[in-house]
């Protein structure tokens, strides 16, 4: 990754290849990337430029600090620190006097098969869309990383094995489950046992994932009920209910997050970005920009 600008679905073999990580990360199946930082201070080289990525990708803050760009949104990583983003979001490492890290990057599709269960995780599931960083208590933060030692390990062994994959995806899931545990433990005063709001975070989440994946072309309410077969208005209560925000407002923020990462990063002109964003032509999106922001897009580009 050397030229400077947007880069779209950065692939896991492009960030794996991005640096010489030796003998301190290693490489699944093309699916997976775990690095460790040994034992000096280093500056790390991953997303030296922003670049949108393809993968789940989890950064552990383990010595010094260092500051993150996820979707235009800055983020210091201190000590103890865990940062997590999303396939789909731009990310970009910001500059450091040097840090020591953990790494975890994995493909989509293969952490669906290490078959973890989530659904505790449910009465947290806002919470983690808010808060992409979160601190946790030093020996905590070891055993992550002793976790993450313990998968290089794994990936390490003889792959002829007829149980090394099994081994593999079982020490990536159990790094997970105590990542969730920790996760857990950090919010649970905020999260009520009420099962009722609990099947309404189910909800939301389902929510979530169908905007991430259509907000590009898809604004109104009315088609994300649908899918959910709910009623737009029972939907913009529910979501409001759960998050505090109505899914109309929620939709704004996806499409304007976006619309800011093209204007800065792509190199598309404006009318490229509202055909890309399903606008019927410039003029409607310079109206919906602007509404938004208080910025016209032309003079949003020009400031970024």
């Given at each position: 990754?050397?030229r400077?600008g ?6 896991l073999?492009t960030?794996?290849n991005?640096?010489q ?7 699944y199946?093309d699916k997976?990337v775990?690095y460790?930082?040994g034992?000096?201070?280093?500056k790390p080289?991953?997303?030296?430029y922003p670049c949108?990525?393809?993968v ?9 600090s260092?500051s993150f760009m996820?979707?235009?949104e800055?983020?210091r ?5 865990i940062?997590?983003c999303k396939?789909?979001?731009?990310v970009?490492?910001?500059k450091?006097p040097?840090?020591?890290?953990a790494i975890?990057m994995?493909d989509?599709d293969?952490?669906?098969t290490?078959?973890i269960?989530g ?10 869309q808010k808060?992409a960083?979160?601190?946790v208590g030093e ?17 390490k062994?003889?792959n002829?094995?007829a149980?090394?994959?099994?081994l593999?995806?079982a ?7 105590k ?6 433990a ?17 909800h939301?989440?389902t ?9 590009r072309?898809?604004?109104?309410v009315g088609?994300?009920?649908?899918r959910?077969?709910v009623?737009?208005k ?5 979501i409001?209910?759960v ?5 109309s ?8 997050r ?7 990063f792509?190199?598309?002109?404006i009318?490229?970005i ?8 410039q003029?409607f999106f310079?109206?919906y920009f602007k ?11 020009m400031?970024a």
């Amino acid at each position: 990754m050397k030229r400077k600008g947007l880069i779209d679905n950065v692939s896991l073999m492009t960030l794996w290849n991005a640096r010489q990580t030796g003998e301190r990360g290693c490489l699944y199946s093309d699916k997976c990337v775990v690095y460790v930082s040994g034992e000096e201070l280093e500056k790390p080289e991953f997303f030296s430029y922003p670049c949108r990525i393809n993968v789940f990708v989890l950064v552990i803050c383990l010595e010094g600090s260092i500051s993150f760009m996820c979707d235009l949104e800055e983020y210091r990583l201190e000590k103890n620190t865990i940062f997590s983003c999303k396939p789909g979001m731009v990310v970009q490492g910001g500059k450091s006097p040097g840090c020591r890290l953990a790494i975890v990057m994995l493909d989509p599709d293969f952490m669906a098969t290490l078959n973890i269960d989530g659904r505790k995780m449910l009465p947290y599931y806002r919470y983690q869309q808010k808060n992409a960083a979160f601190s946790v208590g030093e020996e905590d933060c070891h055993e992550l990383e002793r976790l993450c030692a313990t998968i290089v390990t794994s990936m390490k062994n003889d792959n002829s094995n007829a149980f090394y994959g099994e081994l593999v995806k079982a020490s990536i899931a159990l790094f997970f489950y105590k990542l969730m545990y920790m996760f857990s433990a950090a919010y649970s005063r905020f999260v009520t046992d009420d099962v009722q709001f609990n099947q309404s975070e189910q909800h939301f989440k389902t929510f979530v994932m169908l905007l991430s994946k259509n907000f590009r072309s898809e604004r109104s309410v009315g088609f994300y009920a649908s899918r959910m077969q709910v009623s737009p208005k029972y939907l913009s209560m529910l979501i409001k209910k759960v998050s505090g925000k109505p899914a109309s407002v929620w939709i704004d923020e996806f499409v304007i997050r976006e619309a800011k990462n093209l204007l800065k990063f792509s190199g598309m002109n404006i009318q490229e970005i509202a055909y890309q964003l399903n606008f019927a032509n410039q003029s409607f999106f310079g109206q919906y920009f602007k509404k938004h922001t208080g910025y016209s897009p032309k003079k949003y580009k020009m400031q970024a």
